[in-house]
């Protein structure tokens, strides 16, 4: 496929792989800031092309891995009531919460439905009058256009039937409180593309100079990966701290303009809870007051309720990479994708699924090691 | 879950700007896309989309550069690999 085989080409990946070994000579730590990067890096080995002074650790990049717990405990409740309808990526339906899951949930007959657009639950409302359908928005800024958009035409449309439980989240200031941890190892950042693309990375270069930290906005495939880590580690071997763009087919400085605007005419920036990682200010989108009619949270009267997670997960070390998914006790063995205890093992996007899928052994080398293409 | 897939817009239709929908062929699957967000975006461009929705068009020019970067940084010189059987030039 154009745009995408072209990035996966070994002989372009081994000499950017070459190129970055010639330019380190320091140990440097680089974070990824995205799940779908994560799952890139260790399904193709590009961990494995790079010197052993360089470091990848892997962030909160996975939405579905950082909803609370009470969220969806709450999003549970709603599709145990009668006449009701609830939508949500497939991500969702297995990560645990307090008791089980969406897709417990939906075996003991409750009505949870996968759905590939937040716009397809304006179908499902209209075609079920009688029911409150209700999506659950999990989502970085990436996924906000497409949630912004349901509850507009919702509006637009007279679709009363339909709201959505938010838990969408922001990557800046979660990389602000990364850097601003005492436990921080991360020197440079690679930011994630597609975040980028909507939102524009206006709002990376205060964060580069106040933390002195490079930033570069990196791709998803193979060869840009390792551009993005080459460009990052080049600052840091420089000390320079800029934000760069290695993503440029797809990413303005500016962002999406359009998108943006829906965004703001629906969503507010508020305060969110990031599950395993703590309650970050500024870190989230709730609907605006304009649109509190369509709140699920509000139409169904949910309140706060005590959540638990289990006791021996250390999704929230992962997920700050403060350690990598098999540093856990329980890793692969006590916690796999078919009996997850955290998000991160089960979501298709977490570093622990990552870890237990395409991790290799010596015996079975990355692809990219291969020769050919 | 920032999954976003690169596909080529094969037709448009709709005159209402928020709901401007297109048939995308995503290397032989065809999808309905919503091209709200890509109002200039026309037949045949390429388009990044996630969850239903163009986030943007592919700029083809600034495309090549990843190809182009490690020449121009002076990096590529020895270090050719022979014998590749990979495409390193984008079609």
């Given at each position: 496929m154009?745009?995408?085989?072209?990035?996966?080409?070994?002989?372009?990946?081994?000499?950017?792989?070459?190129?970055?070994?010639?330019?380190?000579?320091?140990?440097?730590?680089?974070?990824?800031i995205?799940?779908?990067?994560?799952?890139?890096?260790?399904?193709?080995?590009?961990?494995?092309?790079?010197?052993?002074?360089?470091?990848?650790?892997?962030?909160?990049?996975?939405?579905?891995?950082?909803?609370?717990?009470?969220?969806i405990?709450?999003?549970?409740?709603?599709?145990?009531?009668?006449?009701?309808?609830?939508?949500?990526?497939?991500?969702?339906?297995?990560?645990?919460?307090?008791?089980?899951?969406?897709?417990?949930?939906?075996?003991?007959?409750?009505?949870?439905?996968?759905?590939?657009s937040?716009?397809?639950?304006?179908?499902?409302?209209?075609?079920?009058?009688?029911?409150?359908?209700?999506?659950?928005?999990?989502?970085?800024?990436?996924?906000?256009?497409?949630?912004?958009?349901?509850?507009?035409?919702?509006?637009?449309?007279?679709?009363?039937?339909?709201?959505?439980?938010?838990?969408?989240?922001?990557?800046?200031?979660a990389?602000?409180?990364?850097?601003?941890?005492?436990h921080?190892?991360?020197?440079?950042?690679?930011?994630?593309?597609?975040?980028?693309?909507?939102?524009?990375?206006?709002?990376?270069?205060?964060?580069?100079r106040?933390?002195?930290?490079?930033?570069?906005?990196?791709?998803?495939?193979?060869?840009?990966?390792?551009?993005?880590?080459?460009m990052?580690?080049?600052?840091?071997?420089?000390?320079?701290?800029?934000?760069?763009?290695?993503?440029?087919?797809?990413?303005?400085?500016?962002?999406?303009?359009?998108?943006?605007?829906?965004?703001?005419?629906?969503?507010?920036?508020?305060?969110?809870?990031?599950?395993?990682?703590?309650?970050?200010?500024?870190?989230?989108?709730a609907?605006?007051?304009a649109?509190?009619?369509?709140?699920?949270?509000?139409?169904?009267?949910?309140?706060?309720?005590?959540?638990?997670?289990?006791?021996?997960?250390?999704?929230?070390?992962?997920?700050?990479?403060?350690?990598?998914?098999?540093?856990?006790?329980?890793?692969?063995?006590?916690?796999?994708?078919?009996?997850?205890?955290g998000?991160?093992?089960?979501?298709?996007?977490?570093?622990?699924?990552?870890?237990?899928?395409?991790?290799?052994?010596?015996?079975?080398?990355?692809?990219l090691?291969?020769?050919?293409? | 879950?920032?999954?976003?897939?690169?596909?080529r817009?094969?037709?448009?239709?709709?005159?209402?700007?928020?709901?401007?929908?297109?048939?995308?062929n995503?290397?032989?699957?065809?999808?309905?896309?919503?091209?709200?967000?890509?109002?200039?975006?026309?037949?045949?461009?390429?388009?990044?989309?996630?969850?239903?929705?163009?986030?943007?068009?592919?700029?083809?020019?600034?495309?090549?550069?990843?190809?182009?970067?490690?020449?121009?940084?002076?990096?590529?010189?020895?270090?050719e690999?022979?014998?590749?059987?990979?495409?390193?030039?984008?079609?």
């Open positions: 154009k745009y995408l085989d072209e990035y996966r080409d070994a002989t372009t990946a081994r000499q950017y792989a070459q190129a970055i070994a010639r330019v380190t000579t320091r140990p440097w730590t680089i974070m990824e995205c799940g779908g990067q994560t799952h890139a890096i260790v399904k193709f080995g590009i961990d494995e092309l790079l010197p052993g002074t360089l470091t990848l650790v892997h962030g909160p990049g996975c939405p579905v891995c950082v909803t609370p717990v009470d969220l405990d709450k999003a549970i409740d709603i599709a145990g009531r009668p006449d009701t309808i609830l939508c949500s990526f497939g991500d969702m339906l297995r990560v645990p919460g307090t008791a089980k899951d969406l897709l417990s949930a939906k075996a003991v007959g409750a009505d949870v439905r996968i759905v590939y937040p716009v397809d639950c304006l179908k499902i409302a209209r075609d079920n009058p009688a029911k409150q359908v209700v999506f659950f928005a999990v989502g970085f800024e990436t996924t906000a256009p497409a949630n912004a958009m349901a509850v507009y035409a919702a509006r637009q449309q007279g679709i009363a039937n339909f709201s959505m439980l938010v838990s969408h989240v922001l990557v800046p200031p990389m602000q409180a990364i850097l601003s941890s005492p921080n190892q991360v020197q440079g950042f690679l930011a994630a593309g597609h975040v980028c693309a909507v939102m524009g990375y206006t709002e990376y270069e205060p964060i580069a106040r933390y002195h930290t490079p930033i570069v906005v990196t791709g998803f495939e193979p060869v840009d990966i390792l551009q993005g880590v080459y990052c580690v080049r600052q840091l071997e420089e000390g320079r701290a800029e934000v760069e763009n290695q993503y440029s087919r797809v990413v303005r400085r500016e962002g999406n303009p359009q998108a943006q605007k829906l965004i703001h005419e629906v969503f507010e920036v508020s305060p969110r809870v990031w599950r395993g990682i703590g309650e970050i200010p500024n870190s989230g989108y609907l605006r007051p649109y509190a009619d369509f709140d699920a949270e509000r139409r169904f009267h949910l309140t706060a309720r005590a959540a638990e997670e289990s006791s021996e997960c250390i999704a929230g070390l992962v997920l700050q990479g403060v350690k990598k998914p098999d540093q856990c006790p329980a890793f692969g063995t006590r916690c796999t994708p078919e009996r997850p205890l998000a991160p093992m089960v979501s298709s996007e977490g570093a622990c699924a990552a870890y237990y899928n395409y991790r290799r052994t010596a015996a079975e080398p990355a692809p090691r291969q020769s050919g293409g | 879950m920032c999954l976003a897939v690169p596909g817009i094969v037709s448009i239709a709709g005159d209402d700007p928020l709901m401007r929908m297109a048939k995308v995503f290397g032989g699957i065809v999808k309905d896309v919503n091209l709200a967000y890509v109002p200039d975006a026309k037949v045949d461009d390429y388009v990044i989309v996630h969850v239903g929705f163009a986030l943007n068009t592919i700029d083809e020019a600034e495309a090549n550069q990843v190809f182009e970067y490690l020449k121009e940084m002076g990096e590529l010189g020895e270090l690999d022979a014998g590749s059987s990979g495409s390193t030039a984008p079609r």
